[in-house]
Nanobody, 123 residues
């Protein structure tokens, strides 16, 4: 069993940057991909970015492309999401997911989820 713990969420002003972290513990053998999703109140969970762990190959959602970077520290089993030029529309709970069994931006295709970290952006 694998556990994912997110950190780094905060309340920030628009235009600033923020970096989220997702650390995996336990049995990480199924950690082929790691992704970041976000969910705002009343909205569906949206894929932000994902990383193919063995090749460090990223993919990005259309709504954030160009403003976010997903990366990893393999020694720490940690994946980061660096977000730039934040706007109030980025306000959401951000979740880390691992263990992809399908299409990266489909929440139902992921095996493991963290509890989430809140990002609030004020104008």
């Amino acid at each position: 069993h694998m556990e994912l713990v997110e950190s780094g969420g905060d309340s920030v002003q628009a235009g600033t940057s923020l970096t989220l972290s997702c650390t995996a513990t336990g049995d990480t053998s199924s950690r082929n991909w790691v992704a970041w999703f976000r969910q705002a109140p009343g909205k569906q969970r949206e894929g932000v970015a994902a990383l193919f762990i063995s090749r460090s190959r990223p993919v990005y959602g259309a709504s954030v492309k160009g403003r976010v970077t997903i990366s990893q520290d393999t020694e720490k089993n940690t994946v980061y999401l660096q977000m730039e030029s934040l706007t109030p529309e980025d306000t959401a709970m951000y979740y880390c997911a691992a263990g992809l069994r399908g299409t990266w931006d489909r929440p139902q295709d992921w095996q493991y989820w963290g509890q989430g970290t809140q990002v609030t952006v004020s104008s």
